[in-house]
């Protein structure tokens, strides 16, 4: 266990909708990443949050979004859902940025988009 | 821009046999960090082992070792004794220090079967 915890752990969205994933981080942990993991693939930097703001962010489209809360939980939304955006979404969680803290991974949250 | 290669899509490997999976990997950079995440069935990413780039010792982690070759910007793991419970994907992976953010850099992912 990492003490990482996403949910939800499996959901189906319709094209062109929204859906929000949710991610807690590990105690203590102030850093909280994302990325998109499609099948047969290796997962995809989607961003990153620092202390609330987001500090980094890979090749992905606007709607892509996150939030991170002050407890340094974190939230991903995707607006205009694309059957491309069905794909495993991992929530990683480390402290601090540019050191060599362990980033420790959750277990993932199915998107399945039809 | 980064990028990690891992030619060998799938592995199999006799029980208490030993294993090595490939990498490379391209980067100009001099400062950061190579990993081997295993992720089973369940998805969750495990780290299995980590090389800072700046170390010539190469890393070990109980039957676990890898191959650092910095030049030749190869990063092989050797797994001794295989167990079934090895039976996983594996991704090999890299991380640039010094940056504002840390993003990890995954390659394609070698997934590794374990014979009875």
């Known amino acids: 266990e990492t003490g990482v915890t996403q949910s939800p752990t499996h959901l189906i969205k319709t094209r062109g909708q929204q859906v929000t994933l949710r991610c807690s981080s590990q105690s203590g942990h102030n850093t909280v990443s994302w990325y998109q993991q499609a099948l047969g693939q290796g997962p995809q930097f989607i961003f990153q949050?620092?202390?609330?703001?987001?500090?980094g962010r890979g090749n992905f489209p606007p709607r892509f979004s996150g939030l991170q809360f002050p407890n340094y939980s974190s939230e991903l939304n995707v607006n205009a859902l694309e059957l491309d955006d069905s794909a495993l979404y991992l929530c990683a969680s480390s402290s601090g940025v540019g050191s060599g803290n362990t980033i420790y991974f959750g277990e993932g949250s199915w998107l399945t988009v039809v | 821009a980064q990028t990690v290669t891992q030619s060998q899509p799938e592995m199999s490997v006799q029980e208490a046999e030993t294993v090595t999976l490939s990498c490379t990997y391209d980067?100009?950079?001099?400062?950061?960090?190579l990993f081997w995440y295993k992720q089973p069935p369940s998805r969750q990413m495990i780290l299995v082992i980590r090389?800072?780039?700046?170390?010539?010792q190469n890393a070990t982690e109980n039957r676990f070792s890898v191959n650092f070759q910095k030049a030749a910007k190869s990063f092989s793991l050797k797994i001794s004794d295989s167990q079934l419970g090895d039976a996983a994907m594996y991704f090999c992976a890299y991380r640039r220090l010094g940056t504002s953010y840390d993003k990890v850099i995954f390659g394609p992912g070698t997934s590794l079967s374990v014979i009875p």
């Open positions: 980067t100009s950079e001099s400062d950061y960090y």
């Open positions: 090389q800072e780039a700046y170390k010539q």
């Open positions: 949050y620092y202390r609330e703001e987001e500090n």
